[in-house]
């Protein structure tokens, strides 16, 4: 009895150190910022991402994935990455059209005719400079990310229509664009982080916000505005970034491996993301949300209301766009 449990132990200690010296030591253990809550499909795809760093690494390139801006809003966690306090992360691209102005070219207002023209740019040459534009900020572009169409949603009373806009506070993203967009149609633009907005509708500092369905339902705005208006505004395309001090910091054969498989992890998100859309929607729908879907001469109103913020932000840019609208 003795001896067979010295034999037993003597293999629990010989295949537990056999399993400790497969494990590497990791050469980098590195953060990634996620301001959406888990389960959401950009937290999944990040994990995935991170899965198949540390698989193609054999462990030693290890991504750790905070989620629910649990390293600050999205602005912070840009301010961070600039110095390299955070390495990588998912952000929305309207949080840096004030620092790098081309990208409103990507988020114009009715720019695209549905996610399939949107997917069709980004997946082409235009998508590939734009991963480019993003070292002005001491960043790199690793892939592209979905966050559907963009809708107003209140408490107030269903919007119909742009005139229904007029007097409402709405929250939005924090993007001159944006501001801009909400003030023609006689409303008041005010920004919070993404993470405030249920707070402040809750303590009347805005009427209405606008989001995408997994926003409106994961978040739970759909409590507190029960009117949800399939507008679709704009695309306001996501990106996943790395810091460019950390970047330069990783061996060449490291960033080939993080570039393949974020853009891996671009192709997951995506399919991830209209499962999403539609069970969101659904789910809103079920609790008691109303969609309010406006006509479409009102939508052409709206549209051409917009128009004039394509020579204001991106007049420079008017032969690109036109390629943009043709693809
Ligand atoms: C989207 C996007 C978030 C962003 C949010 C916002 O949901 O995925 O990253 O923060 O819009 O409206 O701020």
Redesign the pocket.
């Known amino acids: 009895m003795k001896r067979l449990f010295c034999l037993l132990l003597a293999i629990l200690l010989l295949t537990g150190c056999a399993s400790k010296s497969v494990e590497p030591e990791p050469e980098f253990v590195l953060t990634y910022a996620e301001?959406?809550p888990e389960g959401h499909p950009?937290v999944l795809a990040a994990q995935r991402f991170a899965e198949l760093v540390k698989e193609h690494t054999e462990g030693r390139v290890i991504i750790q994935i905070k989620h629910s801006a649990e390293f600050g809003s999205?602005s912070e966690v840009l301010d961070q990455m600039a110095f390299g306090g955070i390495d990588f992360a998912r952000?929305?691209l309207?949080?840096l059209s004030d620092e790098i102005p081309k990208l409103n070219v990507l988020q114009l207002p009715f720019l695209y005719s549905d996610a399939d023209h949107m997917w069709r740019i980004l997946d082409g040459e235009i998508g590939e400079e734009f991963l480019t534009v993003f070292s002005e900020a001491g960043l790199v572009g690793l892939s592209w990310y979905d966050?559907g169409a963009r809708c107003f949603y209140t408490d107030v009373k269903p919007i119909s229509s742009p005139e229904d806009m007029e007097g409402l506070t709405v929250r939005v993203?924090d993007s001159q664009l944006v501001m801009d967009m909400v003030k023609l149609l006689g409303a008041t633009p005010v920004t919070f982080?993404?993470g405030d907005v249920s707070y402040a509708f809750e303590m009347g500092k805005i009427d209405a916000a606008e989001?995408?369905w997994?926003?409106y339902q994961m978040l739970e705005h759909y409590k507190l505005a029960r009117y949800f208006t399939v507008d679709e505004h704009s695309r306001v395309p996501?990106i996943q970034l790395a810091s460019s001090r950390t970047w330069d910091k990783l061996p060449e054969e490291y960033r080939q491996i993080i570039a393949r498989c974020a853009r891996e992890s671009a192709l997951y998100q995506r399919q991830l993301w209209k499962e999403q859309e539609s069970r969101s929607r659904k789910e809103a729908l079920e609790a008691g949300c109303v969609e309010v879907i406006p006509w479409i001469p009102q939508q052409e109103a709206f549209r051409a209301l917009a128009e004039p913020l394509y020579e204001q932000y991106c007049g420079d840019y008017m032969d690109l766009i036109q390629q943009i609208r043709n693809g």
């Open positions: 301001n959406q950009t999205e952000v929305s309207a949080e966050a993203q982080p993404y989001n995408n997994p926003a996501e």
